[in-house]
């Protein structure tokens, strides 16, 4: 049986982080959570394993489940001449999709925790259509919950030898607070990339960030800010979720970020002493109008979240 499916949109207009700069906020809806994510010291890039211990499938799509108490599993596909399909599904109804190319891996996170998960794969056959290989529910039980917002993942690539990890590691000490690495690594990319309106208009459907290009040519379309920040974020393990979603009808992406003590900060804000404004690096790189710009993204009720990588 041929399921039609589309690769996820990725054309992403605008780029929303949300960080909070003050240590004096409380939110009673954004309160910490019980269990704190892990503290690594001095800071330490997770880095993903796939050894084979326990695996789903069989050629030409394996599924490596062995570490999925880390918040992964490592989808591989045999060098065969067609792209897979990975469809997860949580117990929440949300469905991650997810194209791997033919003769590589990617690592996939269970970005809404624990609980059962249903598997379904599929192998191209033509174009759009891919025919179903295989279908299983695996039941994932976290050893902590932040996990896979501190690994990388297929949206989020990088390495401890990638130049965006050494560049987070570098730009402050190692006993830096949350709040002065978010602040940090906020200002650095939004100084340092500017908008590429060219990339924007001819990027394509698939397209996934390359956080070290980002780096090294200074420009990217609102995927890649999101992509790097998000994955320097994490390479000072702190806890970052890549939100997809719109902003009214437009293609949208944010970022959540976790302040250990504090909890889930859910949009971006700078802090005046008297009003939170809410900032967007991709605007605050390239617009002069600040005030303009606020009024419009510091509503929350603009924006709807679909996935979260």
Known sequence: M?????A?????VFLCLFLLLSQGCTSSDNSPSSDEPPVFSPPQVLVPEAPGNETLGQS????DISNISQGY???TSEDNGT??????????????????????????????GSGTYQIACYEQVNDS???ALYAQSLDVSLENEFLPFMYPNQYVNFTPDSEASKLALSLLPDDATDQEGIETIYNYVTTHITYDETK??????????????????GTGICFDYA?????MLRSRDIPCKLQIGYAGDIKHAWIDVYIRGKGWVERAITYDGNTWNRMDPTFAANSEDEELINSYIGDSQNYTLQFTR
């Open 227 to 231: 992509a790097l920040m998000t994955a």
């Open 129 to 131: 259509q891919y025919a």
């Open 200 to 217: 924007a208009s001819s990027v394509e459907a698939g397209y996934l960030p390359d956080v070290d290009e980002t780096l090294d040519t």
């Open 60 to 63: 030409p799509l394996i599924l």
């Open 73 to 75: 599993l490592t989808a």
């Open 83 to 112: 792209a897979k399909n990975i469809q997860l599904t949580a117990e929440d109804g949300i469905i991650y999709s997810y194209f791997i190319k033919s003769g590589e891996s990617a690592v996939l996170p269970f970005t809404s």
């Open 2 to 6: 041929l399921k039609k499916l589309s």
């Open 8 to 12: 996820l949109p990725v054309c992403l």
